[in-house]
């Protein structure tokens, strides 16, 4: 991604970001509500409008027809229809996505959902319901993962399990970015992308940006940095 | 195009419906009561009960196609699960075939529904055989659909879809020529109502009321609604846009 600008109602969101990722690293995009995480990660999934600066994904243009296997995007709320059961959406969107159907059991037992399979979505927690989500985005087996806030309001066992799964993935070889304005989970990241009104203020592993700065956790790290900057 | 993504769609939205009892309830058993209620109306003029309850039978399923699928269509935008399915491999036509032949089937049942009971039981007595009335019926749901696709891009939230109805939809069932022959109105009305697409839904359906064969100006009135039913799925796709800000 280089030299990123999105404009969104003639204010620009995003203002010159420039990274890229790298495959088996979990990625953590922390920063504060509202400083552009999801817009930037709307933009490298290609359905953000108003972009300009080059961002290519897997050697093609963001968003291009035979990227969209190859990425699987998680938005923060859980893109699924309530009004259907955890299978039949998976079922679903295997169709939509071209992927077999034997994946529908796989990813339900790699998200721990076996024993909802038949429930339908409004009757599971909202952790659960973001869990589905979740699934649907592994169906194809993505290349790249884009996970807008994946594990807000869940309980810490699951948000263990969770990053377990990130991890897994990303030892398998997926390029996973995950999102996140607790400060907490980035000592589960492998490298931390810092983004504040718009513009990236890190991009390192968290041991290096805590001995960089000398703070004692990620979240006095970010004080450090932004008032400095200030 | 994916026959698989296609029907996985029809099947995804009918089940949807076939979850929703009360709205498949009122889909399909509240033509057949308003027919009813018309038949006591007309009691003791039952030509007229042909008259106006024939192009009923092609009203019924245009605006109950129309207020699902607007309303469909804006919860799909407002779950997110729109942006989903267009950052995923799925042809815009995958979807809308999806929807058109998910509808299109309910309208069958609809239509069916309600020309069995206004022909069998309430006494219409209408010129041309059921197969045509269902087949125009159907046609029209899909114009329905096809205009609510479109509209539903233009809504915000649910209070702007349903008021659509009233906005784009009567309009056009006033000038159709139900209320008053096409023949009587002002040169300018006639030409506004030359444009509507409900107006020849209803013009077919007076014409099978009238006559028994297929003549030249019903195969006007098909070709007109399956031609606008095309061109409004054609704008309607222009609004699925993958990228969005």
Redesign the interface.
């Known amino acids: 991604m280089r030299g990123l600008v999105v404009e ?2 003639g204010r620009q969101v995003l203002r010159g970001v420039d990274f890229s990722l790298t495959p088996n690293l979990i990625t953590g995009l922390l920063g504060p509500s509202g400083c552009g995480k999801t817009t930037l990660m709307r933009a490298l ?7 300009t600066g080059e961002v290519t994904v897997l050697g093609q243009r963001a ?1 291009t ?1 035979g990227l ?2 190859r ?1 699987g ?1 998680v ?1 923060q ?8 059961s955890v299978t ?1 959406n998976l ?3 295997a ?4 992927a077999p159907q034997h994946r529908v059991g796989e990813v339900l037992g790699e998200v721990a959902l076996e024993r909802h399979a038949g429930q ?1 979505v409004q009757q599971l927690s909202g952790g659960e319901q973001a869990r589905v989500s979740l699934a ?1 985005a592994l169906l194809t087996v993505p290349e790249l993962l884009v996970l807008d806030e994946p594990t807000v309001g869940l309980d810490p066992v699951l948000r263990r399990d969770l990053w377990a799964l990130f991890r897994r993935l990303a030892d398998a070889g997926t390029t996973v970015l995950v999102s996140s304005h607790v400060m907490d989970e980035a000592v589960r990241c492998d490298r931390l992308l810092l983004l504040r009104d718009g513009r990236l203020v890190a991009d390192e592993a968290p041991s290096h940006l805590l001995r960089r700065t000398g703070a004692s956790d990620i979240e006095h790290a970010f004080l450090a940095i932004a008032e400095s900057r200030a | 195009m994916s026959a698989r993504a296609t029907l996985a769609t029809t099947r995804r939205v009918l089940t949807q419906l076939r979850r929703d009892h009360r709205t498949l309830a009122l889909l399909l058993l509240v033509p057949v009561l308003l027919l009813t209620l018309l038949r006591y109306v007309y009691a003791d003029r039952p030509v007229v009960f042909d008259q106006v309850g024939g192009p009923l039978l092609a009203l019924f399923p245009f605006i109950t196609m129309f207020l699902v699928t607007s309303v469909a269509m804006l919860r799909e935008r407002t779950s997110g699960t729109l942006e989903r399915l267009l950052s995923m491999p799925l042809g815009k036509g995958d979807l809308l075939l999806g929807y058109a032949l998910a509808f299109g089937g309910v309208a069958v049942v609809q239509s069916v529904l309600a020309s069995a009971v206004a022909l069998g039981f309430l006494g219409m007595d209408l010129a041309a055989s059921p197969a045509l009335v269902v087949l125009l019926a159907v046609l029209d749901a899909l114009l329905g659909m096809a205009l609510g696709l479109f509209l539903s891009a233009f809504a915000r939230n649910e209070f702007q879809a349903v008021q659509f109805l009233p906005a784009f939809v009567l309009p056009q069932l006033l000038l159709c020529g139900l209320f008053a022959a096409r023949a009587t109105m002002a040169a300018p009305l006639r030409w506004l109502s030359a444009a509507f697409p409900l107006t020849y839904a209803v013009d077919g359906m007076q014409q099978l009321a009238g006559s028994g064969s297929f003549t030249g100006d019903l195969g006007r009135d098909l070709a007109v609604v399956a031609g606008a039913s095309v061109l409004a799925l054609t704008l309607g796709a222009a609004t699925l846009r993958r990228q969005t800000s």
């Open positions: 969104r109602g999934v290609g359905v953000q409008s108003g972009v968003g027809r969209r296997r990425v995007y938005t709320a859980p893109a699924v229809y309530s009004d259907l039949e079922r679903y969107f169709a939509v996505a071209g339908l649907t």
